[in-house]
Structure formats: C-alpha cells, structure tokens
C-alpha cells in the first residue's frame, strides 16, 4: 500500500513538472467584453447575405444555407465606424418551427487596435429570436490566439425596410496574457 501510494506520488509529483508553466497561469486573465452592432443588409445590391442552397421543403425553410458577410459596427446607427466583419455560413438546420440556425463563420476586425485578428464562431440562433442567442468562440488569431469565449446577440430590429441591426456583444478570454503583447511579425528577406 505505502509504496504504490509513493509511486503515485511520484508519478503525480512527475506530470505536473511536465505541465509547464503558462498553462498553470493562463485562462485567468479577465473577459474582454467587445459591444458591436451587427449590420444586416437582406435585399438589394448591397445585400450581405446571399442564399446558396434553397431546398423549398416543407416543414418551414429547413435547409435554406446562406452565406454572409455582415458588418460589425460600433453604434446602432448604419454610418458609424466599421470595425469587423461576420463572415460565414448560416444553414437553417431544425426541423421544427422554431426555425434554428446553424452559425459558423468569422469575425474578422479590419479596423481599430484588433485590427487582422480573427474570432472563429460556432453557435446556434433561433429566428425569430425573442430572446438572445449565445454563441461560442471557439478559436482566434493574432491578438485572440486561442482564445475562448462566447458572444451575445440581441434581437434583430429593422432599421429600414432592407436592413436590420442587433447588438453583438463580444465576451473574449485570450488564451495567455502574452499573446496580447505579441508584436506584428518582422518582414522576413525583404532585403538583399
Ligand atoms: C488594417 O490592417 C490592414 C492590413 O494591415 C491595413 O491595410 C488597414 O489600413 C488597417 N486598417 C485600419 C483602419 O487601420
Ligand atoms: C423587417 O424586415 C423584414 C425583411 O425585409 C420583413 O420581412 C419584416 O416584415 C420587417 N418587419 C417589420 C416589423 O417591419
């Protein structure tokens, strides 16, 4: 008994040192909370979203896979400044009325101090949707390299007969402080 108790002991006391670590200290930096205003634009020329599998099945849309390419700006209003896009697939992937969604795609920042980072999103929404939907981080690049964490998405509200609008409130974890501090990469051979 007391010498398999000190083997495992041992072998413990073993794994831990292999642990290194960054991973005993990272996860415990604080959320991020990042409040965006989802931009849809469903008709016309300028629409960001185009339908790409139309099953017309019955029950309901069941099927229906459209892909997106949303603006994420920092206000409600349709002019204020662009910070991200949401760029990805929707398919329409529940049997019953209440019409669930599949969600899979990027946010992708092209502006402001997150600029070419990336937050890789994979989630479910419900249309219509009363109440929010919560959607997860599941993986990011540059200054979200992976991070975890899940964003909320209030109601849709029509801002005009062609377009609607939805708080997108980003909740973000970087995987460890230091990936924060990274600095864009040095140009490799662009000298002789
Ligand atoms: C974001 O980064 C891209 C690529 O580096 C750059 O071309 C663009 O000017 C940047 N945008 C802003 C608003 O800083
Ligand atoms: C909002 O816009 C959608 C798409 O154009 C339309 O189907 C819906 O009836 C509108 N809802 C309201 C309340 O105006």
């Not at 670590?21 to 996860?27: E, G, W, Y």
């Not at 599949?102 to 402001?112: P, R, S, T």
């Amino acid at each position: 008994m007391a010498s398999s108790s000190v083997t495992y002991s041992f072998l413990l006391f073993t794994l831990l040192a292999i642990v290194p670590l960054s991973f005993q200290t990272c996860h415990k930096g604080k959320f991020i909370h990042i409040p965006l205003y989802l931009h849809r634009i469903i008709e016309g020329p300028e629409a960001t979203t185009l339908t790409i599998i139309n099953p017309g099945k019955i029950p309901y849309s069941f099927g229906t896979t459209r892909v997106n390419d949303h603006e994420l700006r920092v206000g409600k209003d349709p002019k204020s400044k662009l910070v991200a896009r949401l760029q990805g697939v929707s398919v329409e992937s529940s049997l019953a009325k209440t019409r669930d969604i599949l969600l899979l795609g990027n946010v992708v920042f092209v502006a402001g101090k997150y600029n070419n980072s990336i937050v890789s999103i994979y989630g479910r929404r419900s249309v219509p949707s009363y109440g929010k939907s919560v959607i997860s981080i599941i993986a990011g690049t540059e200054k979200f390299l992976m991070a975890k964490g899940y964003i909320v998405r209030g109601m849709s509200y029509n801002c005009s007969s062609k377009a609607t609008v939805s708080s997108f409130d980003i909740y973000i974890k970087p995987y460890c402080k230091k990936h924060l501090e990274l600095e864009p990469e040095m140009e490799h051979g662009t000298t002789m």
